[in-house]
């Protein structure tokens, strides 16, 4: 994708000063570039979420249509998601840089079609099993997508267009859902006619894939053409700018026979120095709280988020599938989370003395919310409780992003949040293979959410412990304890002093 260049300063002196609220032609062409770009992404992003099918998988696959049983599902193609997640998550994650976004936004809208025609076509548990890894693919591609978005813009405007993008796959998730719903209730569409639907739409995802325009700069690995277009210098350049004036004396400036290598051997090194300086700053204690609760929050939340619609179809076998009512709930869910996110922008407290207990009481929630949803018989009741469960993480999601990015680079910021992601998938697997897998425990729908209420609940209890410890700490230092002063003391104070302390 074309960058817009910014003048050289000299040229920006000499230029004639314009009337005010006008600009130069030559910036205005570049300014409604960028703002063309940002439009089709969003456009992009929201279109790409418009997946009909998608919340009615589960019922599904269990139903009529293909008859698979439940422990079929549950032990042994649900599973798959997780791990080949895991597998592709750190290779996507390189490569989205290296290959500067639009190849690996390409892979993910093969990968949507490739899950949907599995969904069509496919009748064995290793095309399920298939279909679950292609999902994992698309998983983790969704990192080209919501940092393709900083490359169209400069740092100042990032904020503001990490909004629009959020907000416009937020819009399209809604849609989706809210789609699917009123076709299987309303339309009494089949849910193989809805998985057709599903295939036509990221179809038409591919095609918009292909005229996105490939950026010329990225993160990590592009970062020359970013230095060329008078782009603000980033952590990654003041490295490489370092390493170039040691090496310097070394070398001679006229030999550029080795340049290619010289220049891989830097951006290895920049990266091994740009981790070494993630470990550094993982001292913060305010960092290491809210990465805590990125990883272990993260795995628990995406596992009940995996399994929780073959418990609703365990507690409520529909026989009509115009009863089952997935999408309405995934709606209702979607909107309440998008509000909690918007909410949690506002408010106000001391972090660095509530965060612990913040973070304690809403995982305590969540525990709750998770033993009403696998103890109760009532299907509305359990639908209640999975959108308050989502829209509580929802609700942290953002305030965890500014306490772990407040004080980091943009650079380093990435990296942490790719290892806490990274930690957090480790975490998620370990746990499918223990409780899920029918090579571990293979346990069902319903002693596996007892796992999950635990689990959470052990969270809750060691975020308090670590509350009251904040608290006390606090306190003490707020109320130092009253020194005994000597007679010789007493009377060295002046009047002034003790005026002061009276």
């Known amino acids: 994708m074309t960058v817009p260049r910014r003048e050289p300063l000299s040229r920006a002196v000499a230029m004639p000063q314009q009337d005010e609220g006008k600009k130069p032609p030559m910036e205005t062409a570049p300014e409604q570039r960028w703002k063309l770009q940002v439009f089709y992404l969003c456009f992009y992003g929201f279109m790409t979420q418009i997946r009909p099918g998608e919340s009615f998988i589960t019922p599904y696959l269990l139903g009529a249509e293909k008859n698979f049983t439940q422990v079929e599902v549950t032990n042994e193609i649900m599973p798959v998601l997780t791990y080949s997640y895991m597998a592709v998550l750190v290779p996507i994650f390189l490569l989205t840089d290296y290959l500067r976004y639009k190849p690996v936004l390409v892979l993910q809208s093969l990968s949507h079609i490739s899950i949907w025609l599995l969904l069509v076509l496919g009748t064995s548990v290793l095309a399920m099993q298939l279909m679950e890894f292609f999902y994992g693919v698309t998983m983790a591609a969704r990192i080209a997508y919501s940092s393709y978005i900083f490359s169209l813009v400069a740092p100042s405007r990032y904020q503001r267009i990490a ?67 008078g782009a603000a210098p980033a952590e990654l350049d003041k490295m490489a700018s370092g390493d170039k004036t040691d090496s310097g004396d070394k070398t001679d400036s006229g030999d550029k026979t080795d340049s290619g290598k010289v220049m891989g051997r830097w951006r290895q090194a920049v990266l091994c120095r740009m981790l070494r300086e993630v470990c550094t700053v993982a001292k913060q204690s305010r960092l290491q709280l809210w990465s805590f609760w990125w990883i272990f929050n993260s795995a628990g939340y995406y596992l009940v988020l995996y399994y929780v619609q073959i418990l609703w179809n365990d507690i409520y076998l529909a026989r009509d599938n115009q009863r089952v009512y997935n999408g309405g709930v995934d709606a209702a869910s979607t909107l309440l989370g998008a509000i909690a996110s918007f909410a949690a922008g506002y408010l106000k407290i001391r972090w660095a003395l509530w965060s612990a207990l913040v973070i304690g009481v809403v995982t305590a929630i969540q525990a709750g919310l998770l033993l009403l949803m696998n103890t109760t018989g009532n299907i509305w009741l359990c639908y209640t409780a999975y959108v308050l469960f989502r829209g509580s993480y929802q609700f942290l ?30 975490l998620k697997t370990i746990i499918t293979v223990i409780v899920a897998d029918k090579r571990g425990l293979g346990l069902s729908v319903h002693p596996q959410f007892y796992v999950y209420f635990s689990y959470f609940s052990l969270l809750a209890l060691v975020y308090l412990l670590m509350a009251m410890v904040v608290i006390i700490r606090h306190s003490r230092r707020a109320q130092p304890p009253e ?20």
């Open 163 to 229: 909004s629009y993008s959020r907000s416009s796959v937020l819009l399209g998730v809604f849609t989706s859902s809210v789609l699917g719903q009123l076709c299987v209730t309303l339309g009494s569409v089949l849910f193989l006619t809805l998985n057709y639907v599903s295939l036509g739409f990221v179809t038409f995802g591919l095609l918009l894939t292909l005229f996105l325009e490939r950026p010329k700069r990225s993160l990590f690995f592009n970062r020359a053409e970013a230095a060329c277009n």
């Open 397 to 426: 999601v953002p305030i965890a992003i500014f306490q772990i990015a407040t004080s980091l680079s943009k650079e380093l910021c990435a990296l942490v949040f790719g290892v806490n992601t990274f930690f957090s998938t480790v």
């Open 483 to 502: 020194l005994i002063p000597t007679e010789g003391q007493v009377q060295e104070k002046s009047p002034e002093a003790a005026t002061v302390q009276a």
